[in-house]
């Protein structure tokens, strides 16, 4: 059935809907991707299937999770016919995608995800990391520039930190609001997350490494002193060859670990 046969759907604002329609664009997407026969890919929110075609041909199965209903009727009636595809008709931010592993194969997660729900999303699938093999996605341009970002960096912070710390992430290149329809207000660009195998810096509590993050960057303008005052001691930071006059910005995330190390231990 061809793009332009595809039933109208209004994009809805609830969902956050963006379809992308620019062949230029897709073509790069499913290029960075590379899906290839014999691997597992789940699509989060097929839309109508802009994607989604060309990832099922080139993969010859696929698993989608889509939360919009009403999208389900031009899904199937596309890709319906093909046994291969699946369609779980779920919310992502809940969905157990552990239930989707039903044999060695890791899982190639990739979509264009809706901006409202992009970062509570990431950190729900960062729960899955030992069951992923990489995951693409569209989002928000500013949320990949956090993501990507690192020490000393205009972008850098919690959600920088806590996703480098399962995974590498590459910022790949960035669309422009005329790749959708409707068109977004703001830029948005690709990224690419690769869980570790090993964990470069590993930690003794991920709790507490959170709790330490998120209060480091609770006042991003005060010092390291202050914003970690209710956890350690300037003295303690100097142990730990951390300066306590430091701003959140500048710590890498092998300070923050021993920073939370530090605490589990103490």
Known sequence: MSQSAVPYHKARKRFGQNFLHDPGVIGEII???SPRKGQHLVEIGPGQGALTADVLERAGELDVVELDRDLIPTLLLRFGLNDQ??????DALKFDFASLKTNERLLRIIGNLPYNISTP???HLLSFESLIDDMHFMLQKEVVQRLAAQPGEKHYGRLGIMTQYYCRVDYLFTVGPGAFKPAPKVDSAIVRMTPHRELPHP????????????DAFGQRRKTIRNTLKAHVKVEELESLNIDPSARPEVLTLADFVRIADYLVER
């Open 31 to 33: 290029a960075s991707i």
């Open 85 to 90: 595809f699946r369609i779980h008709e779920a």
């Open 121 to 123: 999303l990431i950190f």
């Open 203 to 214: 930690c003794k509590s991920v709790e507490k490494l959170e709790v330490v993050v998120r």
